[in-house]
């Protein structure tokens, strides 16, 4: 099913990026990377639950919407597992006020000195793709 999943993003932006998908052990991870180099973004399954583990924009890039669409296409293949993802962001910085702004929240009993774990749940999402892959098979 997850090499299913990463065909189907390679196919749809095959121009724009690459991707790999390893497995490691129980955890499986979606490697994705612009052609040129501009940003990656890591996501998968670790220890039984989704999380993006790394997003990168080298910094003459940003501010033209590369990491606001790899992070799309990173919870698009983690929302085909699970009903939220996670991610830990330094608490205050701009990232964490961008990852809010995207519908993250923080979880306050997992909150460190400098880092917070937030998470955003994907329920609606799932819910409206199986009402059109049913109105689709009528």
């Known amino acids: 099913y997850f ?3 990463n065909n189907m993003i390679r196919t749809n932006f095959q121009k ?3 991707s790999h998908l390893s497995r490691t052990g129980k955890y499986h991870v979606n490697h994705i990377m ?3 180099g501009s940003g990656y973004v890591e996501a998968g399954d670790y220890d039984g639950y989704g999380m993006i583990n790394s997003l990168d924009v080298d910094y ?3 501010f033209n919407g590369i990491g606001t669409y790899l992070l799309s296409l990173a919870e698009n293949f983690v929302a085909h597992y699970y009903d939220e993802v996670y991610i830990y962001v330094k608490y205050d910085s ?3 006020t961008w990852y809010e702004k995207l519908g993250y929240k ?3 009993e997992e909150k460190g000195q400098d880092y917070v774990r937030m998470v955003k749940k994907f329920i609606q999402y ?3 793709v199986r009402m059109i892959s049913n109105e689709a098979g009528r």
């Open 94 to 96: 701009w990232m964490h």
């Open 16 to 18: 724009e990026y690459v």
């Open 60 to 62: 003459g890039y940003r």
């Open 3 to 5: 090499q299913n999943i």
């Open 126 to 128: 799932k819910v409206k």
């Open 34 to 36: 612009m052609k040129d």
């Open 106 to 108: 923080d979880i306050p």
